[in-house]
């Protein structure tokens, strides 16, 4: 192995190790550190990857339970192993996971186990877990450590009776009672997985509404199916303690935002999904002179370089769309921009998803935030319901809903609840990415029967033209 790099990463989540691999195929020396021996980062290990397996697996159970029935599928008793979906998820994990170290092999990136500390702006010091060290010499390091759980004043996570999102994928049974704290997608996704599982799930939430961010009306109709799924919601309340007692429960302390009515809710696990914050400990960013803001984040210039030359970051550390695509993007940018090429992220283009069931998408901005900015738009929606493929597969709930300029057409966002939200978004960003008008979304012949047709039909509304509806 050579000490001397073109780019050392710290970091192996998705930003980092895509970062990585991009730098290589040009023909860069690289070298990733991570603290975990699998690659991946908390997305492939403990986060996005392992919650969308659970997920899937507890629809399965759902779907099996109360919709199989109607299309004439008798299932008889049905009920859910844990074991066998926790094993699961951990066989998706770790194919994923040796992918990437496949990857890595594929383009000669060397990969040290160890927590990376920068000595100097061309220096990187490699500890590994048994203490013994490694120098790195290189031309540029990027920083992508990404993030971790946060938490809130009065409530320790131990992973066991308060867990973070990392506890709620590796409970060994199914709880009577959750209590999530927040209603963002953490929450949400993973409060499904166990209220499908069995568990008594109530979401409590410092706002007076769900998903906070997202276009109104996607709220609205989120919270009202999720509702009727079996969620209960205390929207307003705010948590102000929790206390383990010696039966295992917790007794989870809340007050009204309005009124202050305090309230003790009991629960055999409280989870809390209240957002996640840069992870820096550690790094020596401090003794080399990298700037961060008052909430810990990095501050970087328009080429995500920091304020130490030759010293980069990427992703959650440095803030906006906490998204594992969006720190991707900017590795990429980075990668390319070291090459002498020319880097691009297009922050207006990046899309988020929950994946609940229906799935919730979204890209762009909302009709409030139009509204607030005094932006003339035009609203095309189109209903699942009035969607022949919906209604063949059962799945009519929710709708599409494209925001375009009033004046030039140009989509400014778009909105969806319904099957497959998060892929037929994909068709959007393009358009977005690609500057095409609404109107040229509804000349684009889409197939019959399809979900696509929604997308059609919601750009056909634009300008008041849908034909199913």
Not at 260 to 285: C, H, Q, W, Y
Not at 351 to 363: C, D, L, M, N, Q
Request: hydrophobic share 40%.
């Amino acid at each position: 192995m050579s000490d001397i790099y073109d780019l050392v990463v710290i970091g192996g989540g998705p930003g980092g190790y895509v970062a990585a691999i991009r730098a290589a195929q040009l023909g860069q020396k690289v070298a990733c550190v991570d603290k975990r021996s699998t690659l991946g980062g908390t997305c492939l290990n403990v986060g996005c990857i392992p919650s969308k397996a659970l997920l899937q697996s507890s629809h399965h159970l759902e779907a099996a339970k109360h919709e199989m029935a109607v299309h004439g599928v008798k299932t008889g008793r049905v009920s859910a192993d844990l074991d066998t979906m926790m094993k699961r998820k951990d066989e998706v994990v770790e194919g994923l996971t040796q992918g990437i170290a496949f990857l890595f092999k594929k383009n000669k990136v060397d990969h040290l186990v160890g927590s990376g500390t920068i000595t100097a702006s061309d220096t990187v010091e490699v500890t590994s877990e048994e203490g013994t060290t490694t120098t790195l010499t290189t031309e540029n390091i990027l920083i992508a450590t990404g993030s971790e759980a946060a938490s809130l004043p009065g409530i320790t996570i131990d992973e066991k009776h308060v867990v973070s999102s990392t506890g709620a994928l590796a409970l060994a049974a199914v709880p009577k009672k959750m209590v999530v704290i927040g209603a963002g997608v953490i929450g949400l996704e993973l409060g499904s997985v166990w209220r499908r599982l069995g568990a008594q799930v109530t979401v409590v939430e410092y706002l007076d509404a769900i998903l906070p961010g997202m276009d109104g009306e996607i709220r609205k109709r989120s919270k009202m199916i999720l509702a009727k799924q079996g969620l209960t919601f205390l929207l307003g309340t705010k948590v102000t303690g929790a206390a383990v007692m010696n039966n295992n429960s917790v007794m989870l302390s809340v007050e009204s935002v309005s009124d202050g009515k305090k309230e003790i809710l009991p629960a055999d696990v409280v989870l809390v999904a209240v957002g996640r914050r840069p992870f820096t400990e550690n790094l020596g960013l401090e003794q080399v002179g990298v700037q961060m803001d008052e909430k810990g984040f990095i501050t970087v210039d328009g080429h995500f370089q920091t304020s130490v030359p030759g010293i980069y970051a990427i992703g959650d550390v440095i803030g906006g769309m906490m998204l594992a695509h969006k720190a991707e993007e900017e590795g990429v940018c980075v990668a390319e921009t070291l090459a002498g090429q020319s880097g691009h992220v297009n922050y207006k283009t990046i899309p988020g998803v929950v994946y609940t069931h229906p799935e919730i998408a979204s890209v762009g901005r909302s009709e409030e935030s139009l509204k607030e900015a005094g932006i003339p738009y035009n609203v095309g929606k189109f209903p699942f319901g009035a969607n022949a493929r919906a209604r063949a597969i059962g799945e009519s709930d929710g709708f599409v809903k494209i925001l375009a300029h009033k004046e030039t057409d140009q989509i400014l966002g778009a909105h969806l609840i319904g099957p497959n939200a998060g892929d037929l978004l994909a068709e959007i960003v393009l358009a977005m990415e690609s500057d095409i008008s609404a109107e040229d979304i509804a000349r684009t012949c889409h197939s019959h029967p399809s979900l696509g047709e929604a997308v059609k039909e919601a750009a056909l509304a634009v300008d008041k033209r849908a034909i199913h509806m």
